[in-house]
């Protein structure tokens, strides 16, 4: 079984600073390892995905994160944050035998303040 | 990517009612979708996975009966809240597998809100 851990509830922060939204991860087997954001009362909309190859993945919106295998960690980045990109985060875990569920952490709340 | 679309997007009932969620992939075949819920300011949580043809596999502490899903088709599945009550009240997501690796495609959403 896997488990993902988000350590953060919410993140305050100044339009045009840089954020780092931190995401852990348990499993015993191999996973997948997903980004996904959502609005207020909208569906998910997918960031980045991290299924092999390079460790840092780039996605939408500027964002990247980087996949730390030691550290069983998949941090979220953007450089410049923008007032548009508040809105819930959530890290996500998939094994890797297809048809599977997503297991989520519990969201970041990603407050932009201008 | 597969694009997924939920109807209705909010629904509000009186408890006591049986209230229908569609979830329906428009462009991809999809013989696998799983069904979320997600309470105000927490996380998505799996329900249950819905496959073609076959009975839909329960979450541990998910009613079957209560809950009802029908994946009737390659394109349609459908999740029926039976005998809603308040506290069914919530935020339902469905996801489909749309074809690229592992990825995961989701609905809009369905607000219930369960007076």
């Known amino acids: 079984a896997q488990s993902v851990t988000q350590l953060d509830s919410q993140v305050p922060v100044f339009e045009e600073a840089p954020v780092e939204l931190r995401c852990n991860y348990s499993?015993?087997?191999?996973?997948?390892l997903f980004w996904y954001v959502q609005y207020p009362n909208q569906g998910l909309q997918l960031l980045l995905k991290?299924?092999?190859?390079?460790?840092l993945v780039k996605g939408i919106n500027g964002f990247e994160a980087e996949f730390n295998k030691s550290q069983t960690s998949f941090h979220l980045r953007k450089p410049s944050v923008h007032i548009s990109d508040t809105a819930e985060y959530f890290c996500a875990a998939m094994t890797q035998s297809g048809n599977t569920p997503l297991v989520f952490g519990k969201g970041t709340r990603l407050s932009v303040i201008a | 990517g597969a694009v997924v679309s939920q109807h209705p997007s909010r629904v509000i009932c009186k408890s006591g009612t049986s209230v229908k969620i569609e979830c329906r992939s428009l462009?991809?075949?999809?013989?696998?979708m799983f069904w979320y819920r997600q309470f105000p300011k927490q996380s998505l949580m799996l329900m249950a996975t819905s496959n073609e043809g076959s009975k839909a596999t329960y979450e541990q502490g998910v009613e079957k009966d209560k809950f009802l899903i029908n994946h009737a088709s390659l394109t349609l599945s459908t999740l029926t809240v039976t005998s809603a009550h308040p506290e069914d009240s919530s935020f339902y997501i469905c996801s489909l597998e749309g074809g690229v690796a592992d990825t995961q495609y989701f609905g809009p959403g369905t607000r219930l809100t369960v007076l």
């Open positions: 991290y299924l092999s190859g390079s460790t």
């Open positions: 462009d991809f075949q999809a013989t696998t």
């Open positions: 499993s015993s087997v191999s996973v997948y």
